[in-house]
């Protein structure tokens, strides 16, 4: 392979998180049990819980480790309902989430409730009237804060801001699978739950956490003993805690430098791919849209082709949408913004790390322009 | 009396409630006040049980629903 542009999948470990799970994988000790061999393991889950809230700024005790993202969404809606004791609850959220969170969301509401839906635009962003009007009187609400397959970053501010006071009662779950350690989320940016994910941040994606505000009743999805404040039983993966807890002290250190790196080398790579002829980026522009994401559409091209064709040049990148990758149908993120069938067929999510060369931009823009041509070049009709 | 922390056991299974609180007990300052909140009808026996072999003291025992709101003073180590 040349060209590693698929971070949406994993990032290579960096030096530092590498030797941090390394230095873990064969202790077998329980950080639960009372001898001096569970010192460590005890020590490096409170690291894991610390450097986790230092990215609210919350207490150490806020903080739930999960085995990733998926589960802290699942704990963060389920956990929540069911906390208040309510059977037919009334949920909003928009389209683009995290296709976890609406399974969730009708999981939720297979008894009676409701979920709803706020409008995007054509960019996938959501504005505070959509997500008030949607959120009228419901029991959640979750905000999306950078949106996975289009990259389009949206003000959680001013939406849960909204959200406030179209639904004072509602617990907000704010969804920071794809921002944290890259972007700032001080305070949770006014949630009540923030869900992280380790690969954000570099680490490993096995890995995440819910942060709870205090005083956010919360049950446990997967029931036990102590760990976790006993909100979240079983054994701790302690080299994944290990990963994700030097991959955060790094993404601290590194923001906002970090982010600003990956803006220009997506920056650099989009003006090559949109010279090729009919070509579309999707979302917002460069500067609007996480940190190393580019999603575009070649007219004429399916994704999933395109993604193959790419990887048999030696390039990594992803179908533009994961979660519909293999199952041979449009992306409905890219039809719920109103892309036409031939746009919402046609994607490709190429996603960049700080470690990322000039030379892997250079080799992704020539395999994409020759798989283009050559895809093309078989479809009857294509420009 | 305001608690100084709020323990959330909701959702959980006795011996959680009891063991949260005596976690938390254990760094607590003496005349702290830990407020539990439990689901499970056994926190109503199991958290006064512990506070009176604990030597801590027991202000409050309601339950509204059926959330137990229990709040507990913690008393010098004996």
């Known amino acids: ?383 | 009396m305001t608690p100084t922390r709020t323990i959330d056991a909701l959702g959980t299974w006795c011996p959680v409630p009891v063991g949260l609180l005596r976690r938390a007990a254990a760094t607590a300052a003496e005349g702290d006040v830990i407020e539990v909140l439990a689901d499970d009808p056994l926190a109503a026996v199991d958290i006064p049980a512990w506070c009176h072999s604990a030597g801590h003291e027991v202000l409050m025992l309601q339950q509204e629903g059926r959330v137990i709101t229990t709040r507990v003073r913690i008393s010098p180590r004996r």
């Open chain 1, 1 to 383: 392979m040349t060209a590693y542009l698929d971070h949406a999948s994993g990032w290579p470990p960096s030096d530092a998180v590498r030797d941090a799970m390394a230095r873990w994988i064969g202790v077998a000790t329980s950080p639960m049990a009372l001898h001096d061999h569970a010192r460590g393991p005890a020590e490096l889950v409170e690291s894991a819980h610390s450097a986790l809230a230092d990215l609210t700024g919350w207490a150490n005790d806020t903080v739930v480790l999960t085995s990733g993202a998926t589960e802290a969404r699942n704990l963060a809606m389920k956990g929540s309902i069911a906390g208040r004791g309510l059977s037919t609850p009334v949920i909003a959220l928009d389209p683009l989430a995290h296709a976890s969170a609406i399974a969730a969301a009708r999981s939720l509401t297979r008894d009676g409730g409701q979920v709803r839906m706020a409008d995007v635009d054509e960019v996938g962003d959501v504005m505070p009237a959509a997500i008030a009007a949607a959120a009228e009187g419901a029991d959640l609400v979750v905000i999306t804060h950078g949106q996975a397959e289009v990259g389009c970053v949206r003000d959680a501010a001013a939406l849960i801001a909204a959200v406030r006071t179209a639904a004072p009662h509602a617990v907000v779950v704010l969804d920071a699978e794809e921002t944290a350690g890259l972007l700032p989320i001080p305070d949770g940016l006014g949630a009540d739950l923030v869900v992280m994910g380790g690969r954000s941040m570099g680490g490993p994606a096995w890995a995440g956490a819910l942060c709870v505000r205090p005083g956010t009743l919360l049950h446990p999805l997967i029931e036990g003993g102590l760990e976790e404040y006993g909100k979240r039983g079983g054994a701790h993966d302690l080299p994944a805690l290990a990963g994700i807890t030097a991959a955060a002290h790094e993404a601290c250190a590194a923001m906002p430098a970090r982010a600003d790196a990956m803006r220009a080398m997506a920056g650099r790579i989009t003006d090559g791919l949109l010279g090729v002829p009919q070509v579309v980026l999707n979302g917002p522009g460069p500067h609007e849209r996480l940190p190393g994401h580019v999603q575009v559409s070649a007219r004429g091209v399916e994704g999933e082709a395109l993604a193959l064709a790419m990887a048999a040049r030696g390039v990594a990148v992803s179908p533009g949408s994961a979660c519909t990758f293999g199952a041979g149908k449009s992306s409905p993120v890219l039809e719920a913004m109103g892309a036409d069938d031939d746009i919402a067929r046609g994607a490709v999510l190429i996603t960049i790390g700080p470690g990322t060369t000039d030379a892997e931009l250079d080799a992704a823009t020539r395999a994409f322009e020759e798989s283009v041509a050559a895809l093309r070049a078989m479809a009857p009709g294509a420009p």
